[in-house]
């Protein structure tokens, strides 16, 4: 679906805080992740390199509190918490693997017009 300028201006106050929180520095990846499968905190901390334990947990916060992610506690020894997508996380698996494909196909494009633009005199 195409909009105008003039949908995006009247439509902004409401999407723009959406868009900031799918947008957010790890929600992509954090949600590519889990529309394989659940995961245990622990093996998305491993599958997430360079992210912290507690930008981690914030993330998880804020895509709980979206509706997103759901979090559901395992009664074991130790305690393990589960993280999977609710119905709503999962209409953004199709936008996100086409987004994450995009990336794939076009990182060395993007590589190179860094590249290019930092060569540039002056």
Known sequence: MAYTEEDVLRTLPGVRPVLEQVAHKWTILILTFL????????????????ITQKALTDALRRLERNGLVERRVISSSPVAVEYSMTPLGRG????????YDWAVQHQENLADAQKSFDNRDG
């Open 92 to 99: 953004l698996q199709e936008p996100f693997l086409m987004l």
């Open 35 to 50: 529309c394989e499968e659940p995961k245990r905190f622990n093996a998305l901390k491993r599958r997430l390199d360079g």
